[in-house]
């Protein structure tokens, strides 16, 4: 039954998916700037939080009951546009406005400036403390939300990632959830090469955190079982948990997958219309 | 009564936490802080972090996203240290925390420069939605803090560790942004904040006895600053001295200048030059000349130099050594 139901879900968010990794590649392009090769890597764990796990009521981006997320990794935000356009939160003529001057799509998440957005990021590693806090006031509160968090994998090289993950495991705070988006690429090379984070299910689990691997982080089926085991475990009390996602850096485009010169580049034209010809195959 | 603002503080908080919005977190200085009666009378609304004050700084900023009123202390030195995650996570996403900075300035003594806030002032100022205050004592942190706690945006609350003066007439209702008269005066105006603000009127009772009258204002509220108030008394006595234990950029005397910039009046900063240093408080002070005696001999000088004696002076002392 359960499959049955995880094949459903994974029919109904494909096409979300790959609509996602268009709009970001139009967006980017339009813009003449931005960060495509993190925001291809989340594409599926962006799309199952927007339109599987997330508790949320469609038009009310204040619902004080709603549950968050935490775009930690804020230069990866057209990914989340892209879903609130197809969640019907943004308009989608709105997409091609990012970067300029007076849009509500700033470069870096912008919370005053666009409902849903959660809290301004970009300056990485400081959204696991805001997600914290965030959980900590769900449970003062009786626990009516849970709070999601995307972090890079470059981004946990911050020590306030750490000290966060710390406190979260002292205060053993089951509704947050966070999801690393592992997909070995930072601005200037290979994470291993820049700063290694391994052995990092060890690092997570010895700061008392529930760690969930996913070998394939840009598969949707199991990017919602593993968030789907979250939750559950979150209602049961276990947690904090961290889903350590492999996925591909540019995923969808073959000339940017695995390539750091496309952590934050806009392409031309003619490649935006490679890229936007391969990822209509699939 | 004298008593440390830091003191102050910890007694309103723990009245004023009854509040159940109000959470309050530290970074492992909650009995230095004073932090401490809060968290004996509401545990479960207190978050000890550990010396993690980037963290902690950002989960208040969580905290306040979804409604809480968050307290965060720590010295003022290690808060400033924070200033990317202030900026980012607590400014810009107009977050509702309170950070409150305590042993601010060389005032704090032995423990060296490391300990001392002397660049917070100049920080928090730059951000641009942020309110900052500092009281003078006991009082006037009692009411800045409940003050503080009903404004609905981030603020900066600047402490002392050691005790201070009380200077804040009875009756006085405490306002943001809107500096105290402690003391008009018709020859200079001496414009103090926090735990100086006793000296300064010490300094002018001194000059009173050689017919300088100072007036003496106490500005509490660093940011906004009281402009009007500033212009009026600075018009009417000729230029305004200010004084602060806080490094001579940014702090009160750079917020007095950018104010009155265009007004023509003159403004002498008095504040500290250079790095801290161990040493008792008393002694600190008098090195950077910020207890009476030197405050009364600032005073005297900015008077010296507007009339043109001091000029002739140093063209005097000029002559036989220059450098």
């Known amino acids: 039954m359960a499959g049955l139901t995880e094949t459903g879900v994974v029919e109904r968010l494909k096409p979300i998916a790959q609509r996602l990794r268009e709009d970001v590649i139009r967006m980017i392009t339009a813009a003449g700037s931005g960060h495509p090769g993190g925001s291809l890597s989340a594409a599926e764990i962006v799309t199952t939080l927007v339109f599987h796990t997330l508790r949320r009521r ?5 619902w004080a ?4 997320f935490v775009m930690s990794k804020g230069h990866c935000v057209p990914a ?6 197809q969640a019907g939160e943004l308009p989608e003529a709105e997409l091609q406005t990012l970067r300029q001057l007076g849009s509500r799509l700033q470069g870096h998440p912008d919370r005053i400036a666009l409902p849903w957005v959660e809290a301004a990021t970009g300056s990485l590693g400081q959204g696991l403390s805001i997600a914290l806090g965030m959980a900590l006031a769900s449970r003062l509160d009786g626990n009516p939300y849970r709070v999601f968090c995307l972090l890079g994998d470059g981004e946990v090289q911050a020590g306030q990632v750490w000290e966060a993950a710390m406190t979260a495991g002292k205060y053993r705070v089951p509704g947050l959830i966070a999801i690393l988006d592992y997909n070995k690429v930072q601005l200037d090379g290979l994470v291993k090469e820049i700063m290694d984070l391994e ?6 689990k010895s700061f008392n955190w529930r760690v969930d691997v996913l070998e394939d982080g840009n598969d949707l089926a199991q990017v919602v079982g593993s968030l789907d085991r979250a939750v559950a475990a979150s209602a049961s009390g276990r947690g904090p948990t961290v889903i350590i996602a492999h996925t591909v ?13 496309w952590h934050g580049k806009a392409p031309t034209a003619e490649e935006a219309e490679r890229a936007l010809a391969e990822i209509a195959r699939g | 009564m004298a008593e440390a603002t830091r003191v102050s503080f910890g007694r309103a908080l723990a009245r004023l936490g009854e509040d159940p919005r109000v959470v309050v977190l530290d970074a492992d200085l909650a009995s230095s ?4 009666p809060f968290a004996d009378r509401f545990p479960d609304r207190f978050f000890q972090v550990g010396i993690a004050e980037g963290n902690m700084v950002g989960m208040a ?3 306040a996203l979804a409604g809480k ?3 965060a202390s720590s010295f003022a030195c290690f808060l400033a240290g924070r200033f990317e995650q202030i900026r980012v996570s607590v400014a810009y996403n107009r977050a509702n925390v309170k950070l409150v900075g305590t042993h601010s300035g060389v005032g704090i003594g032995e423990d060296g420069y490391s300990q001392m806030g002397l660049e917070d002032i100049a920080l928090m100022r730059t951000l641009p939605n942020f309110v900052v205050v500092q009281p003078a004592d006991a009082a006037e942190t009692e009411a800045a803090v409940e003050v503080l706690l009903r404004h609905d945006g981030p603020a900066y609350l600047r402490l002392t560790r050691q005790k201070v003066a009380d200077v804040t007439p009875p009756g006085q209702r405490f306002e943001l942004g809107r500096a105290v008269v402690l003391r008009d005066g018709r020859h200079l105006t001496v414009a103090a904040t926090g735990g100086v603000v006793g000296h300064a009127l010490a300094a002018a009772t001194e000059l009173a006895r050689s017919g300088i009258e100072a007036a003496v204002l106490n500005v509490h509220t660093l940011k906004p600053i009281d402009a009007a108030t500033l212009e009026d008394f600075g018009g009417r006595t000729g230029g305004i001295l200010t004084v602060e234990d806080h490094g001579v950029a940014g702090g009160l005397g750079g917020a007095v200048c950018e104010a009155l910039g265009e007004s023509g009046i003159p403004v002498r900063i008095h504040a500290v030059h250079g790095f801290g240093e161990s040493g008792t408080g008393e002694a600190l002070y008098a090195k950077h000349g910020l207890d009476p005696a030197g405050i009364a001999s600032a005073a005297r000088r900015f008077l010296d130099d507007r009339s043109g004696a001091g000029a002739a002076r140093r063209a005097a002392a000029g002559a036989s050594h220059t450098r």
């Open chain 1, 58 to 62: 469609a038009g009310d981006p204040t």
């Open chain 1, 65 to 68: 009951a709603r549950d968050r």
């Open chain 1, 80 to 85: 989340l546009y892209a879903a609130l356009s």
């Open chain 1, 199 to 204: 052995p990092l299910v060890e690092k997570w």
């Open chain 1, 249 to 261: 850096k540019g995923k969808g485009v073959s000339f940017m997958e695995g390539r750091a010169a």
């Open chain 2, 33 to 36: 802080t004073n932090t401490k």
């Open chain 2, 61 to 63: 900023a969580g905290l």
């Open chain 2, 69 to 71: 009123v968050p307290v």
